[in-house]
């Protein structure tokens, strides 16, 4: 299972990637805690079957499968969780390797859910990812930024800020990322 708040690991297995490119995807405006409970509650089905190959088992024919288990397990968003899911099967055996670019090409995965993905899954990621959490830290610091995700010629300013301040504080990203959104998360 995922646990949010020791998110960061950069030795995961393939399957332990595809299960947290699920949760990047499940997670993009939702509680974190939440939904690593209903991804994990979804994936006990799986039985021996790697988190792409159950996705890929519940896709065989005509998606009605997949469209229950989603349902079931209350994930919301379900048309971009259905495209998102579908998408990133294509990266089964390559997660190691994907790019954010890559990612974002996927219906459904946008910049955050893409950078999110790569900087707790490598080290030394020279991105950020700009959630609430992070937008209010660096609001809370006087700089004008949006109270949501920003469009990507922003989302590019905006996280040289945060990779500059990361770097100032001479903590990784990753560490400034997640030290917010404990902080943050707490608090709401």
């Known amino acids: 299972m995922i646990t949010p708040t020791s998110i960061t ?74 495209e998102a899911f579908k998408g990133i099967l294509r990266f089964k055996g390559k997660l190691k390797n994907v790019t954010i670019e890559n990612l974002e090409s996927i219906k459904g ?13 490598r080290p030394n990621q020279r991105v950020a990812v700009l959630d609430t959490h992070i937008l209010k830290y660096l609001k809370n610091m006087g700089h004008n930024v949006p ?23 001479q903590m990784s990203i990753a560490d400034l990322d997640l030290h917010i959104w404990k902080t943050y998360a707490q608090k709401a």
């Open 109 to 121: 995965i946008g910049s955050k859910t893409a950078r999110f993905f790569i900087l707790h899954s």
């Open 147 to 169: 109270k949501a995700t920003p469009s990507k010629n922003k989302y590019k300013v905006i996280e040289e800020l945060f990779i500059q301040i990361a770097d100032g504080l």
């Open 9 to 82: 690991n950069y030795n995961r297995t393939e399957a332990e990637l595809e299960e947290f490119l699920m949760f990047a995807i499940l997670v993009a405006g939702k509680g974190a805690e939440q939904q690593a409970k209903k991804l994990d509650a979804f994936l006990s089905h799986k039985h021996e079957a790697t988190p792409f190959e159950y996705l890929e088992y519940l896709f065989v024919g005509n998606r009605i499968m997949f469209r229950n288990a989603i349902r079931h397990h209350k994930f919301g968003q379900y048309n971009r969780i259905e």
